[in-house]
């Protein structure tokens, strides 16, 4: 866009933000911009991150003085921003856990006549000041250091756990039910995306949708003991073969797996799952070669390249993906971390090379000296297998990561 363009969406921005806060301009100067979500009140700061799709500010609740992170996205008409941001918000409404982003308060407001037929997302998660694990990693390599292995191995096997719940998640069961009609909601809203492409977006003219209520639940005892031995070649075999309950119910997988996902909480050392607009059921075939094309643009739009799947490269007709695609990431991730570039675009890759190709030839190289030892690369080569009916399920990733850094 040129700098007039650009000049004049921000000030429609502008304009639309007003309408939507009911603020005025004082005096020639304007206001300092306020968003109303229901009761509740918050009044913008300053910027804190821009996302592809997004704009990321620092808010202050104006009643008790607290301090957030306000998510605004918005919705033209005829995009489909409008469904990916209600998607965002059911994933908040419905996943709680540790090691993912709390969403505090969310609304969608009309865009006034400014803006008209746009709509505005707001969501509201609480603010992480150290950045994120690529603010993190760029920095190290910036200072010509690498993170702590104990550290990566940490933040490793907290998103490991975010990513187990969203991978067993069970909308039919108790934490599904616990909320009543708007846990159903959020389950129809995610699950409405399927393969022929038909969106609900029977929720288009939702307004304030009032404050969700997040509870971090623990996962059934069942899962949280994890492996005690590391998965042996027949039994890694066994297990890539779903098992009759994971066949029924799939979960989701979080598609968009990266650096730039994982915050890191004020202690410095919990990592914080966020970014859930790219969150699908986990399970899907392509029935059709329709089907497949729309799986593959689906991946392009939704997962960044150098951490996608290989079989989201050339989706073939009949092709069934699963939450595999999510382990994927996580061996990138891993490598991303440990290394300071991810595999298959790092040095080596030589200019032109395709990440695509590299992918599906499953082809990386270690760097030649690394302050770790050999236990990341074992991880990493367990995750990076490009046929995913051979990849690894996360609990066994967490069973190897368990065994090879004992607690
Ligand atoms: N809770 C938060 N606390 C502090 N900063 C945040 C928070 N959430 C987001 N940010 C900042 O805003 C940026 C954009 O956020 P986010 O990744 O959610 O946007 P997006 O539009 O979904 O991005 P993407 O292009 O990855 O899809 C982040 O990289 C980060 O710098």
Redesign the pocket.
């Known amino acids: 866009m040129d700098s007039c363009g650009s000049l004049a969406g921000s000030l429609l921005d502008l304009a639309s933000a007003i309408y939507a806060a009911g603020t005025s301009l004082v005096c020639g100067s304007v206001a300092p911009e306020t968003v109303q979500l229901g009761p509740r009140r918050y009044q913008v700061a300053r910027q ?7 704009q ?1 500010l ?1 808010v202050e609740e104006v009643d008790s003085g607290a301090q ?2 306000l ?1 605004k ?1 918005i919705c033209h008409q005829g995009t489909d921003a409008l469904a990916m941001a209600q998607r ?1 918000i059911d994933a908040g409404m419905r996943f709680a856990h540790p090691n993912i ?1 709390p969403l505090v308060d969310h609304g969608i407001v009309d865009g006034g006549p400014s803006l008209r037929g746009t709509q505005i997302a707001y969501m509201v ?5 150290r ?2 694990m ?2 993190l990693v760029m920095d190290s390599e910036d200072g010509g250091r690498r993170l702590d292995e104990q550290f990566v191995i940490r933040v490793f096997r907290g998103v490991c756990a975010a990513v187990r719940y969203l991978h067993s998640y069970s909308d039919g069961g108790s934490r599904g039910r616990s909320e009543g009609g708007r846990r159903s909601d959020a389950d129809a809203s995610l699950k409405s995306v399927d393969l022929a492409g038909s969106e609900d977006d029977g929720r288009q003219g939702a307004q304030f949708l009032g404050p969700s209520k997040q509870h971090w639940q623990p996962t059934s005892p069942g899962r949280a003991g994890g492996y005690a031995e590391l998965p042996q070649a027949e039994e890694r075999d066994a297990a890539a073969t779903l098992s009759p309950e994971r066949a029924r119910t799939g979960g989701y997988a979080h598609r ?1 797996i ?1 650096l ?2 994982v ?1 890191l909480a004020d202690d410095g050392k919990t990592p914080i799952l ?2 859930f ?2 969150v699908r059921p986990a399970r899907a075939t392509a029935r059709t070669r329709a089907e497949a094309l729309q799986m593959q643009d689906d991946a392009a739009e939704n997962c ?1 390249m150098p951490y996608r799947a290989p079989e989201l490269f050339d989706v073939q007709r009949d092709a069934e993906i699963d939450e595999r695609t999510d382990v994927w990431s996580l061996g990138c991730l891993l490598f991303a971390m440990a290394f300071g570039y991810t595999p298959f675009e790092g040095p080596g890759m030589g200019p032109g090379t395709s990440i695509a190709l590299a992918a599906i030839n499953a082809k990386y190289t270690f760097p030649a000296s690394s302050p770790h030892s050999d236990r990341i690369k074992q991880l990493v080569d367990f995750m990076l297998v490009p046929d995913p009916r051979q990849r690894p399920f996360v609990d066994q990733v967490i069973a190897l990561t368990d065994q090879l850094y004992p607690h």
């Open positions: 804190l991150g821009e996302g592809g799709f997004s990321v620092l957030y992170a998510k996205i965002e982003v998660f609480p603010v992480y000041r950045g994120s690529f603010d968009d990266k730039g996902n915050m966020m970014d607009g790219s960044t």
